[in-house]
């Protein structure tokens, strides 16, 4: 597949929860996008980046427009390439061929905020979504290549405070059902008023996956690992212990249960490569807090977030995670060697003034191995830090066994980094780096990197 150097201009999601501690804003499970902190929904955007650009071996120029319209609850992102070939004067189309075509142009549709407002859905890129505590699902990512952007769904409706639905769909892609998350829960003493008892909630989990597109070289055009689809349950509860403009402290437990997955592929693959305990459906279970604290007014603000863990042979904790899309099959097989074992996530996020947010989580078992690996990720933004720099930073790391392996960047590494100087209030000039994957003409996706320098123009309106 041809290779397009570009400009992302886009927000960089932090996995967080809510940094308020307001009592419109106790939640049901954990909201980990940063979206909302990073640009409030009464803020309309304006972003346009010209750029040069070699693709496949030829030469391009042209721009990315990136506008974000933002009334009151109702939110439209667009993500608009326009690259023309120097030499022949045709128009770059390759990014909008297969899967959701023309749809990419619009980079999300939003209605409401989530775990604020009663109603919220948004259609579009999905990035940093949770289902309820985050035992099966968390720090999700629909679209794993930026090139080859998903549209899915994620939403959460509750009414009169007692009862509710969330989840997800990853993709509409026609070929085949895929990644469906969905997850009713009650809050029994919502609509009493009763402080503490009042924020009691239990919900149940369901995910599916069927995907069937041809990814990973099927000659059948299916996923095979996938034929018979892959499924897992869970339950959770969770409470806030304290609401105040200080400290917002919520406690959870949660249990879950991944599916023995039936395919005639799969198990031809353990009797070659046969796991050590034999393979079986998993099970999981952890205990946690999660804390909001205004330490110093908006001067600075801390989440933290420690849970433990214990899980069974045939599980992984948080299966469905940000590099859940780019090999499904991989992760698929890594639960055959998965052990019975003990650890520990956590994350921790912190807001100086509002100008600097920097932040990160670890999935750490006790005993790192092949089999039970790590999986990290770093996030940093600044706001015209000293009214002129501009330095944005993601990172993730998954299948880690050495930590002297951590910013090594390979199949298992996801990027976004910047560094921009504002010239003028509107106008900033910089540089981005990107490790991502693209999605190659047979459906597998693979590692690249890309050193963009660009000029960009960005304001509010």
């Known amino acids: 597949m041809k290779k397009l150097l570009r400009l992302s201009i886009l927000s960089i999601f932090l996995c967080v929860g809510n940094l308020h501690a307001q009592e419109d804003n106790l939640f049901y499970g954990f909201d980990n996008s940063f979206e909302n902190l990073s640009n409030p929904d009464s803020i309309s955007l304006f972003t346009g980046a010209f750029v040069f650009a070699r693709i496949g071996g030829e030469n391009y120029a042209g721009a990315r427009f990136q506008p974000e319209l933002n009334l009151g609850k109702v939110g439209v992102g ?25 749809l990419r142009l619009i980079s999300y549709v939003r209605y409401g905020r989530k775990k604020k407002d009663p109603v919220f859905i948004k259609v579009g890129q999905l990035r940093g979504e949770s289902l309820g505590y985050g035992s099966l699902l968390n720090n999700y990512n629909n679209s794993p290549s930026f090139e080859k952007r998903k549209v899915g769904v994620s939403y959460d409706f509750r009414i009169k405070k007692v009862v509710g639905i969330e989840g997800l769909y990853s993709d509409f892609n026609l070929e085949s059902f895929n990644l469906f998350a969905i997850r009713p829960y009650v809050r029994p003493f919502g609509a009493s008023g009763i402080p503490v008892l009042k924020t009691l909630d239990f919900g149940f989990s369901y995910i599916s996956d069927k995907d069937r597109t041809n990814r990973f070289g099927d000659d059948t055009g299916k996923n095979e690992f996938l034929s018979d689809g892959m499924k897992a349950y869970g339950f959770d509860m969770g409470i806030t212990f304290i609401n105040s403009n200080f400290i917002n402290l919520t406690g ?23 796991p050590a305990q034999g393979y079986g459906a998993g099970k999981g279970m952890g205990i946690g807090v999660n804390a909001n604290m205004n330490v110093v007014g908006n001067f600075f603000r801390l989440n933290s977030r420690i849970e433990r863990l214990w899980y069974t042979d045939n599980y992984l904790p948080q299966f469905f995670d940000a590099h859940y899309e780019i090999n499904k099959d991989a992760k698929i097989a890594a639960l055959g060697d998965a ?17 600097v947010l920097v932040g990160g989580n670890l999935l750490l078992p006790d005993n790192v191995s092949k089999e039970t690996p790590a999986t990290m990720q770093l996030n940093l933004k600044t706001k015209d830090l000293f009214d002129k720099i501009i330095i944005e930073g993601y990172y993730t790391k998954a299948n880690l066994v050495d930590f002297g392996d951590a910013f090594e960047f390979d199949e298992n590494s996801l990027a976004l980094i910047r560094f921009a100087y504002k010239i003028s209030p509107i106008i900033a000039t910089g540089i981005d780096y990107k490790w991502t994957w693209n999605k190659q003409d047979d459906g597998s996706f693979k590692a690249d990197n890309s050193v963009m320098p660009y000029v960009a123009l960005r304001f509010q309106f």
Do not use: V, W
């Open 78 to 102: 667009f993500d608009l390439p326009i690259y023309f070939n120097i030499e022949s004067g045709e128009l770059y189309s390759d990014e909008f061929k297969n899967g959701a075509g023309i």
């Open 252 to 274: 959870y437990t949660h249990f879950s249960k991944m599916a023995k997955i039936k395919s005639d592929s799969l198990a031809r693959y353990h009797q070659a490569i046969p």
């Open 339 to 355: 052990k019975n074992k003990q650890g520990i996530y956590g994350s921790l996020t912190a807001s100086l003034m509002d100008k």
